[in-house]
Nanobody, 122 residues
Framework: QVQLVESGGGLVQPGGSLRLSCAAS????????MGWYRQAPGKERELVAV???????NYADSVKGRFTISRDNAKNTVNLQMNSLKFEDTAVYYC????????????????WGQGTQVTVSS
């Protein structure tokens, strides 16, 4: 059983900062890409940032220069540092990881966290 648990969401004023964290636990043989997605009310879930096991990163255009994704492979964690937050960053943020639970007889599959609310409001 694999679990992803997020933390760090909350209420922040425009221009402020938040740091999201996500820890993967359970039966984990290996983790490939890890990332953050978000879903605002009435909108589809969208990619925010992704980081490969080797550290290569990719960001949505809307967050480039403001958000930074990082990971600790030894701890199976991924973080999202969000600076210069805007009203339009308000959403539920989901952690995602592509995980192979066992060395044998298992395949790479995406796993999701339960989501954490980020609200940018004055």
């Amino acid at each position: 059983q694999v679990q992803l648990v997020e933390s760090g969401g909350g209420l922040v004023q425009p221009g402020g900062s938040l740091r999201l964290s996500c820890a993967a636990s359970g039966s984990i043989f290996s983790i490939n890409a890890m990332g953050w997605y978000r879903q605002a009310p009435g909108k589809e879930r969208e990619l925010v940032a992704v980081i490969s096991s080797g550290g290569s990163t990719n960001y949505a255009d809307s967050v480039k220069g403001r958000f930074t994704i990082s990971r600790d492979n030894a701890k199976n964690t991924v973080n999202l540092q969000m600076n210069s937050l805007k009203f339009e960053d308000t959403a539920v943020y989901y952690c995602n990881a592509v995980i192979k639970p066992h060395m044998y007889n298992s395949r790479w599959s995406p796993y999701w966290g339960q989501g954490t609310q980020v609200t940018v409001s004055s």
